[in-house]
């Protein structure tokens, strides 16, 4: 273990000794329900604590005339602990989460001050007003549905082709969020954001202009139970058919990376090439005893896609800008037990990009031993490349969350 991981796990266990040496009530809950809740003495603070984690085995062959190159590899794909409650008022409410594992914290650079991305989310949430609340820090912004999902609650191993492409991600900013009711069953849900527009753990500042994101989402037959909007798989069973759509906008000013807030810095003779980057997302989620759909069509523009110098040669980058769909649907043959499908389509602008249609096709099998709290699950890809070798990848994944 390296230093700076033994020092963040000593850390970390002082702080969980302090607070339960000064805290009034601690209660285990059951599995999946957190570790322990701690409340305050003056019931002025609580803090739940979380931890999961999910160990992953890939196998995946090229699939031109046959397969061949076998490639395996077995890791852990996510670790994270988690910290949640309020402070001062249940009005304040608040969210950090940590990513432990290797793959969580990779993507040191200059522009992260050469440090570990070990801060995931840490977010103040305030319902300052009826059904108005104000975030302020570093979380998801309000982009595609499948991103903001959680990886902890997802219906298949990982999230679509759709989601690596596109996705906004995490950042740091501003979001305001509110909620109403056009009639008893028709719920309307809007959020607006404004972030810094680099990206999570950014320190080197804002490069370029701002991010604007603005997401609106329909309800007309009523929420979904337990956030069951934002869970894969149809776990509890909706007894009468729910339904969300959601269209968000995204538009990222002046920005320098070549997938909006995501992807590699563009850079040229000068420091940074910009240009604005316009994402559109369109998704809709439903459910009904047991049958689950997902659905989500993004696309990204740019005013100039081709990264240039001063003198207008180009640099060798480009903004990855085209269009993606996603479908997936899964259906729970018993409460434990699910089968699952996905069809994804990358058409990224090949003319600007040099990259053909991609198209994958997963079929999956889920195993829910205590819901998504612990799960096992394995699915089948095989991806139409139109541009290099098709490839055929098996997974296999342990998900267990505290």
């Known amino acids: 273990m390296k230093l700076s991981q033994l020092r963040n796990v000593i850390i970390l266990g002082c702080i969980c000794v302090f607070l339960n040496a000064n805290a009034q009530e601690t209660n285990a809950p059951k599995f999946g329900k957190g570790l322990f809740n701690l409340i305050g003495q ?8 979380g931890l999961r984690f999910q160990s992953l085995a890939t196998s995946k062959w090229d699939a031109n005339n046959g397969v061949s190159n076998p490639e395996s590899s077995m890791l852990i794909r996510r670790s994270r602990l988690k910290f949640d409650g309020f402070a001062f008022s249940p009005k304040l409410k608040y969210k950090v989460e940590l990513g432990l594992s290797n793959r969580d914290q990779s993507g040191a650079s200059i522009y992260t001050s050469n440090a570990s991305r070990q801060i995931l989310d840490a977010v103040l949430k305030w319902n300052f007003s009826g059904n108005f609340v104000l975030w302020f820090g570093q979380t998801k912004l309000p982009g595609n549905r499948e991103r ?5 609650n997802l219906q298949q191993v990982d999230r679509s082709l759709l989601n690596s492409r596109f996705t906004i991600d995490r950042d740091m900013g501003i979001q305001l969020r509110h909620h109403f009711n056009l009639t008893d069953t028709f719920l309307v849900k809007e959020i607006f954001s404004i972030a810094q527009g680099e990206g999570r753990n950014i320190t080197t500042g804002n490069l370029g202009g701002h991010q604007y994101t603005t997401r609106v989402e329909l309800f007309p037959f009523g929420d979904f139970k337990s956030k069951g909007d934002y869970k894969g798989s149809d776990l509890k069973f909706e007894p009468s058919p729910k339904l969300s ?3 968000a906008y ?3 000013n ?6 909006s807030n995501q992807g590699s810095y563009m850079l040229n003779d000068t420091g940074f090439y910009s240009t604005n980057i316009s994402t559109l997302f369109v998704d809709a989620m439903y459910k009904y005893q047991g049958f689950s759909l997902m659905a989500e069509y993004a696309n990204r523009t740019a005013d100039d896609a081709f990264a240039k110098n001063s003198d207008g040669s180009l640099t060798g980058d480009e903004v990855q800008v085209g269009n993606g769909l996603n479908i997936q649907t899964g259906y729970l043959v018993s409460k434990t037990v699910e089968l699952s499908g996905r069809y994804t389509n990358i058409s990224l602008d090949k003319e600007i990009t040099g990259k053909g249609s991609e198209n994958q096709y997963t079929l999956g099998l889920s195993k829910y031993i205590v819901g998504h709290s612990l799960k096992v699950q394995t699915d089948l890809s095989y991806t139409d490349i139109g541009f290099k070798t098709n490839q055929l990848l098996f997974r296999v994944q342990i998900d267990i969350h505290f």
């Open 250 to 252: 995204d538009f990222n």
């Open 254 to 259: 002046n920005a320098s990376k070549t997938r």
């Open 245 to 247: 759509l959601g269209v």
């Open 148 to 152: 903001v999902i959680s990886s902890a």
């Open 42 to 49: 003056d019931s002025t603070w609580s803090m739940k604590v």
